[in-house]
């Protein structure tokens, strides 16, 4: 189920983009500002609305360390700002000043790319803030840009109606004509990649003015060249479909369109799961966040409405709370994240309500518990009793043996050292490891893959912040 959590309605004019980070949520519109809510309750910050753009804003988009915010506008200009203080960093001038119409940064944060209404586009590295490289298309204009989750190419869509994929080095990898009658209006790739022995293989949606929403496969073959297949269309909406988002499990798609509504797919089968009709005119954005399962949709009615996806299906973890359940007296919550409060109520199950308070007045919680000793028992906590001691130890090393009895999901262990991750990343060959250890097999084991032995495309490591929820969620509710 999806339901609204909240509207906001601060912009006074169309509102066209929208952009989450880990923890904020950043909206644009004609009104020439951009504006920044706090995820956790979706209050604006202090410092917002941003205004320096002297035209309307069409787009705008976090780094992926989310300290800063990039946007473009009419005015022919990107702006980067600090998410900090919300003070301009650096203002780019797009070459030939022509109206900036989309811009994206790459995942590794190392480039940016621009396009404008003359269908020019400039690779800026984004670090420095200096201009790489340009290219251009004739006779169109720019309207949607997605890099690859390796970042080392990127995709853009024009009025036009075709795709064009290119490197980094301004190369045209691929074009794909007409991929939507009458003009493509965004794209986006997805968040993983497949691999095998013999190809590399991404996917991206886009949408256009033909009412479509279509999922595209793009191979890069052993030979190095690249070919570009329709996998399916998605027909769900009547008018034309402005925008639409990938979860970043990649498991489900949102789009929004003309006809004011909102849908959400099953990204790996096209099956429609929602339809929603909250917005009173054109849907013209769309975007997931990266760490709870929340989902933002902007109109031409110049609100954005927040949508929560309850069942779980995004793949996505949020923060809710749980009731502590037992089994036997113990918390089926993994030892090491119990809380002070766990601690107590463990306490008092295992017959040792004499210790409450002193655990309680030095705060001890799951992970304090688990590193207990004779030694601090007796110095810090002040146990006197030897045999009191020796019984809170015993009871503590039956914790850890349940713990190590437990199965753990195949999917929630690093491939390389068979543990549950804790900081699970995305390597170029699509599967997800421990950062420590991938980087130690990266630094030893000449760039290949532990999964398929080929080599990485990127030593780029993404951090996979659905998994690490998700590996959260089954903690919490063992």
């Known amino acids: 189920m999806v339901s609204l959590v909240c509207t906001l309605q601060d912009h006074l004019d169309d509102v066209n983009w929208c952009s989450f980070s880990a923890k904020l949520l950043a909206t644009c519109s004609g009104d020439k500002t951009l504006r920044l809510y706090n995820c956790s309750d979706f209050s604006e910050l202090p410092f917002s609305p941003l205004t320096g753009h002297g035209y309307g804003v069409h787009c705008c988009c976090f780094s992926s360390c989310g300290q800063f915010l990039a946007s473009c506008s009419t005015d022919a200009t ?26 994206a940064l790459s995942p590794d944060c190392a480039n940016l790319v621009s396009g404008a209404s003359d269908g020019s586009l400039a690779l800026w590295d984004f670090p420095s803030k200096k201009l790489q490289r340009t290219g251009a298309v004739e006779d169109t204009t720019m309207v949607a840009c997605s890099f690859s989750p390796c970042s080392q190419m990127f995709m853009t869509g024009s009025t036009y109606g075709d795709l064009r994929l290119w490197d980094l080095d301004m190369n045209q990898l691929h074009a ?18 497949l691999s095998d022995s013999n190809m590399v293989e991404f996917h991206l949606a886009s949408c256009g003015q033909d009412s479509h929403v279509k999922i595209w496969t ?3 073959l052993i030979s190095g060249g690249y070919k570009m297949q329709l996998l399916r269309k998605l027909t769900a909406q009547s008018a034309p479909v402005l925008s639409c988002a990938y ?17 959400v797919y099953d990204a790996k089968n096209g099956t429609l799961l929602y339809t929603l009709n909250q917005h009173d005119r054109y849907v013209t954005a769309c975007a997931f966040s990266p760490s709870a399962p929340l989902i933002a949709t902007g109109s031409m009615d110049k609100s954005v409405n927040i949508w929560k996806v309850e069942d779980g299906c995004s793949g996505h973890g949020g923060n809710p709370t749980f009731e502590r359940t037992t089994s036997a007296g113990r918390s089926k919550l993994l030892v090491g994240d119990w809380s002070e409060e766990d601690v107590s109520v463990w306490l008092l199950d295992e017959g040792l309500e004499v210790l409450v308070d002193a655990f309680r007045s030095n705060n001890i919680d799951g992970t304090e518990l688990l590193n207990l000793t004779k030694e601090t028992l007796a110095s810090e906590l002040h146990i006197e009793s030897v045999g009191l001691r020796g019984r809170v130890l015993r009871k503590v090393e039956e914790l ?3 713990s190590l009895c437990t199965g753990v999901p195949d999917e929630f262990l690093c491939p390389i050292t ?21 980087e130690s097999w990266i630094n030893t084991k000449n760039r290949s893959s532990p999964m398929t032995n080929l080599p990485l495309l990127t030593t780029l490591l993404t951090p996979n912040h659905t998994l690490k929820m998700a590996i959260g969620r089954w903690k919490t509710s063992r």
């Not at 939507?180 to 794209?187: A, E, P, S």
């Not at 499990?249 to 909102?262: I, P, W, Y």
């Not at 068979?418 to 991938?438: H, Q, T, W």
């Open 218 to 220: 793009i191979s890069k």
């Open 418 to 438: 068979r543990e549950l991750m804790k900081e699970p990343v995305i390597a170029a060959d699509g599967y997800s490891y421990e950062r420590e250890a991938i």
């Open 247 to 263: 979860s970043f499990d990649g498991q489900l798609l949102v789009s929004g369109s003309v006809d004011k509504t909102v849908t």
């Open 78 to 103: 990107v702006v980067v700002w600090s998410t900090v203080s919300g003070e301009i960093e650096t203002v780019l001038e797009h070459p030939g000043r022509s109206p900036v119409r989309i811009c």
């Open 400 to 402: 850890k043996n349940e």
């Open 176 to 193: 794909q004509k007409n991929a939507h009658d009458l003009g493509v209006t965004c794209c986006v790739f997805a968040p993983t990649i």
